[in-house]
């Protein structure tokens, strides 16, 4: 969703701001800008445009833009259709102070009737009320004018305010939507997420909910809603620019599919134990003995990270025999979940700062859960919200379709299962046999991404299609879903997907030649039962593309395209069998020229309900 990009330093900001606001294009976005502000003459300049950064750098090219400070932003319209004047940076009725804001402020239309007896409004935006609320607290001290105008707000915000007045200062404020400053030398940065930065430092300060942080040229200073100092340390993050490049992939996300045989070894490093055939993960915070006493576990979640969830449920319930539930986080927080002090309930999240999530587990903690995050993003809220948790270190990810992160997200969600298995019913033995099929996994999923080129070639074929259902069963079930997902997400074709059983009470009816079948048919406990169900399929002459295990020439003849992977232990297959689904999406997008990085109506972080 919107990005946020500040500079205060010595350097000249907008090739910063822009370089910056390129790293935040992967949130998705529908209008981009950005102001300088030039302390030697006292200025400020104001550059927006619909659309994509390419255009609002086609604009700046008629423009100088000097100074060596500056915000910009990418919009993704919530308050206000897709346009100029609703694009940010949105300055107060002088264009004195000029404000970009993620977030949503719920009471803006009684600020604007209130601000609109004195203030003139130039856009529908609810960010606006902001800048005519600063412009009419400021006495000289932008930050007390910033934290006098939040009082009157009631949403949620991360918040980064200049004044031509005080032309050396930015201050940023936060609640309930993230910033990040960068530390530099003599220089900051402050961005909603690290990528801005990772170009010019990797020494970064979270801010967290209810403060304040001043930005001048020499020093942070950070306060809360009182004005009390409050003292944060610097903390250094791992990720760094080479990471968030494509490296020579066409796409973000294909990079990121490939990427998944090498993050897969940092999910797992440090966290297997061959020897008593467990893994361990520290951050999980409990005793031995608490860990007993767990009766349920809650694995919250909302899509991609839902499926991924899904297929936890079936390691929890298969190795830990503990009672498990899957529940999407929108309708989780509404809900009135029964929960009990032995209850332990994980968020899983890729950016750990997906709203319906983060409420959710808010909830959970209320009513005494134990609550855990499961999450990519370093420093992200549901990382330091939760009482521990595990970092699943998929590295940046940076397409909106979410691949990397699905797979590490299931490795972790393993390994926890492997961990309270072994503390009640799985054997040394047992336990051995998924710690050693993990030690294999990165070399397959290799092998699994050399279908490429045969899965563009089926994609080729099908290109035409309008439709497509996806059919897995037991633990391939999320796969299947997952696959759907993916398909409907990047190339905009209908798909929908069901457990192979579930076919005959409904959804068969839709088979016909025009109806191609995915249907993922690996060596498992339940090959007959899916055989079955295939068997219904090939009877109503729909075509069908299976995901079959190598060898398998059983499945070759019943098929009319066959994608082979490599066979892993059961509660594994989903790390592999996924592969040639994202892969299938990811051409079948590129064949129908779609924006395979950034989908329409789609943003990589949701971070409003
Ligand atoms: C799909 C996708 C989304 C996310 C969902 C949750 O490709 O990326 O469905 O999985 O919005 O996001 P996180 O994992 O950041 O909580």
Known sequence: MCGIVGYIGKKEALPILIKGLRRLEYRGYDSAGVAVLDADNVTVKRVRAVGKI??????????TMAGTVGIAHTRWATHGGVTEDNAHPHTDCSGAVTVVHNGII???RELKKRLSTKHVFKSETDTEVIAHLIEAHYKGDLRLAVEMALTHVQGTYGLVV????????????????????????KEYYVASDTSPMLAYTQQVIFLDDGEIAELT?????????HDQKIDKHTEQIDWDEAAAQTNGFAHFMLKEIFDQPTVIKDALRGRLQVEEGTAHLGGLNMTEEQMHKVRRVILIAC???????????????????IPTEIDVASEFRYRDPIIDPHTLVFGVSQSGETADTLAALREAKRKGAYVRGIV??????????????TYIHAGPELAVASTKAYTNLIAVLIMYALQFGRTNRVTVATGQRVVNA????????????????????????????????????????PVALEGSLKMKEISY????????????????ALLSPEFPVVAILTKNQLYDKMRSNIEEIRARKAPLILIATEGDEDARALADDVIFVPQTMELLEPIINTIPLQLFAYHMAVLLGKDVDRPRNLAKSVTVE
């Open 54 to 63: 390419d255009t609002l750098a086609e604009k700046l090219k008629a423009e």
């Open 106 to 108: 719920e009471n803006y």
């Open 162 to 185: 200049m004044h031509r007045d005080s032309p050396r200062k930015i201050v940023a404020a936060r609640l309930g939507s993230p910033l990040v400053i960068g530390v530099g030398d």
């Open 217 to 225: 040229d020499s020093e942070v200073k950070i306060v809360n809603h």
């Open 303 to 321: 899509g991609t990270a839902s499926y991924a969830a899904m297929v936890g449920k079936y390691a929890f319930e298969r190795l830990a025999g």
């Open 376 to 389: 990519n993003v370093v420093g992200s809220t549901m990382a330091r919200e939760t009482d521990g948790g």
């Open 438 to 477: 993990f030690l294999e996994i990165s070399e397959k999923m290799t092998r699994a991404l050399k279908t490429s080129a045969a899965v563009r070639q089926i994609a080729e074929k099908y290109r035409g299609y309008k439709n497509f259902l996806f059919l897995g069963r037991g633990i391939n079930y």
């Open 493 to 508: 074709i209908h798909s929908e997907a069901y457990p192979g059983g579930e076919m005959k009470h409904g959804p068969i």
